[in-house]
């Protein structure tokens, strides 16, 4: 038997376990047992809490079909309220070791509790391995590319994990399931894309759909709403601090001398022992 706490975030639902816990166990094949809606527990992904070497905890992300994510937004949040409630850290500010670098995190308290959680998501990349190539060396922003007999107008960045954003001017319809995995597996991708649906609906406030690689539609997406907020500051001259509703909620994104902030709140659901031995 393993235990497990379980948190959401705007929605965003994940299973928390110890390094210490999981001897001898494949972290991707108990990502794919527990994650499972039917047969598992139940989740968007999973994250180990392990020891680090350079920061004050680290992060380790499984989505929920076991593939291992550099980021989470949401997860992130869920993983600070998680160490610092069970004192694997005791300072509201810590660092958080991932591997899309090295995080920093405030926590907001309630009664002792963590309330909100601020992630500085760091700078935006907007040339990285993961996004294609422009053959005139340009930002990859409001380009026109061809997936089977459609095409899209697409923006490209890595704000922890690559993000594509798309601008639509209404959800109603909109098939998100097809095009977001035609676009997640077009070729153009070499390591895939999350796909973000975008919504302008004024300078500060927009509605994001996300359709995350490796997991489908959710009810949120930290760094999915940030990269949408970075793209909609560029392309759509929106604020530097805007409020981001999704699915589950709202997140609150904040650009800070080049830096992203996804701020936003974080819930404990339940707690137990997982029995992974006859899974």
């Given at each position: 038997m393993i235990k497990f706490q379980k948190f959401q975030g705007t929605g965003n639902d994940f299973i928390i376990?110890?390094?210490?816990?999981l001897?001898?166990?494949?972290?991707?094949?108990?990502?794919?047992?527990?994650?499972?809606?039917?047969?598992?527990?139940?989740?968007?992904?999973?994250?180990?809490?392990?020891?680090?070497?350079?920061?004050?905890?680290?992060?380790?992300?499984?989505?929920?079909?076991?593939?291992?994510?550099?980021?989470?937004?949401n997860g992130i949040r869920c993983f600070s309220k998680?160490?610092?409630e069970n004192s694997i850290v005791n300072n509201t500010e810590f660092s958080v070791e991932t591997l899309a670098g090295i995080m920093k995190i405030k926590v907001?308290?309630?009664n002792?509790?963590?309330?909100?959680?601020?992630?500085?998501?760091?700078?935006?990349?907007f040339v990285a391995p993961e996004i294609p190539i422009d053959k005139e060396n340009k930002l990859y922003i409001n380009k026109e590319i061809s997936v089977g007999n459609e095409t899209f107008k697409v923006n490209s960045l890595v704000i922890g994990t690559i993000?594509?954003?798309?601008?639509?001017?209404?959800?109603e319809n909109i098939d998100f399931e097809r095009i977001g995995s035609k676009i997640e597996n077009s070729e153009i991708y070499p390591m895939k894309t999350n796909v973000n649906f975008c919504k302008i609906i004024d300078k500060e406030n927009i509605d994001v759909v996300t359709w995350e690689k490796g997991v489908g539609i959710t009810k949120a997406?930290?760094?999915?709403?940030?990269?949408?907020?970075?793209?909609?500051?560029?392309v759509h001259d929106c604020s530097k601090k805007v409020k981001v509703k999704v699915k589950g909620?709202?997140?609150?994104?904040?650009?800070?001398?080049?830096?992203?902030?996804?701020i936003g709140p974080t819930e404990y659901i339940c707690s137990g022992e997982y029995n992974y031995y006859t899974n």
């Open positions: 376990f110890k390094e210490s816990d001897k001898d166990i494949d972290y991707s094949s108990l990502a794919k047992k527990v994650c499972n809606r039917n047969f598992g527990i139940g989740a968007d992904g999973m994250i180990v809490v392990a020891a680090s070497n350079n920061s004050d905890v680290k992060m380790c992300f499984y989505n929920a079909d076991g593939s291992i994510a550099t980021m989470c937004g998680f160490v610092y907001s308290l309630e002792d509790k963590v309330a909100f959680v601020d992630v500085n998501l760091g700078r935006p990349l993000h594509t954003v798309i601008f639509v001017d209404d959800f997406c930290g760094t999915g709403a940030a990269a949408s907020a970075i793209i909609s500051s560029i909620g709202e997140l609150f994104i904040e650009q800070r001398d080049g830096e992203a902030f996804l």
